[in-house]
T-cell receptor, first 112, second 111 residues
């Protein structure tokens, strides 16, 4: 059984640029959630996708957007990057909407 | 707004002792809680969960206790081992499918 995989593992971008992060969900999981984790803090919910539709959103601006594909993989897009967007971005899949999340190891984004 | 929080940011225990990590939550409508373990450089790893219709749930070497009266959650780790050293998060399920995480407790196991 393949777990959640994220790419890239590390990324450096300049303020104002756009970034796309990718996630492959665990086999059999139809729900994907994205989290932002700043250094020394707990993960903060960005949004969740269920069967290709957004199924809940946290307190993040519209420049954070996402997609889920028919194979349940997912992308997180961030436009107009700001310095405060520097963080670890975690993707998690789950077999149903309310069930334990299975996390990938994240993408470390640095915005300079 | 309502949020999940933790009583102690750090906890140091001797190898072989039992560990207790506490968590306070303020959303009385939350009905599902999870404990996660996060090791350096990795994503959070599921440990154990509990629904609000239960007070206690046991796993392998771990027990979660839920006290809805005082909105308190705890994780007990029996016979703590060096491999248990990590940051532990409690999380509660919010209405918008947001698993709201606390700030975390760093557990250090001394040999």
């Amino acid at each position: 059984e393949t777990g959640v995989t994220q790419s890239p593992t590390h990324l450096i971008k300049t303020r104002g640029q756009q970034v796309t992060l990718r996630c492959s969900s665990q086999s059999g999981h139809n729900t994907v959630s994205w989290y932002q984790q700043a250094l020394g803090q707990g993960p903060q919910f960005i949004f969740q996708y269920y069967r290709e539709e957004e199924n809940g959103r946290g307190n993040f601006p519209p420049r954070f957007s996402g997609l889920q594909f028919p194979n349940y993989s997912s992308e997180l897009n961030v436009n107009a990057l700001e310095l405060d967007d520097s963080a670890l971005y975690l993707c998690a899949s789950s077999p149903t909407v309310v069930s334990p999340l299975h996390f990938g190891n994240g993408t470390r984004l640095t915005v300079t | 707004g309502e949020s999940v929080g933790l009583h102690l940011p750090t906890l140091s225990v001797q190898e072989g002792d039992n560990s207790i990590i506490n968590c306070a939550y303020s959303n009385s409508a939350s009905d599902y809680f999870i404990w996660y373990k996060q090791e350096s450089g990795k994503g959070p790893q599921f440990i154990i969960d509990i629904r609000s219709n239960m007070d206690k749930r046991q796993g392998q070497r771990v027990t979660v206790l839920l006290n809805k009266t005082v909105k308190h959650l705890s994780l007990q780790i029996a016979a703590t081992q060096p491999g248990d050293s990590a940051v532990y998060f409690c999380a509660e399920n919010q209405d918008n499918n947001d698993m709201r995480f606390g700030a975390g407790t760093r557990l250090t196991v001394k040999p």
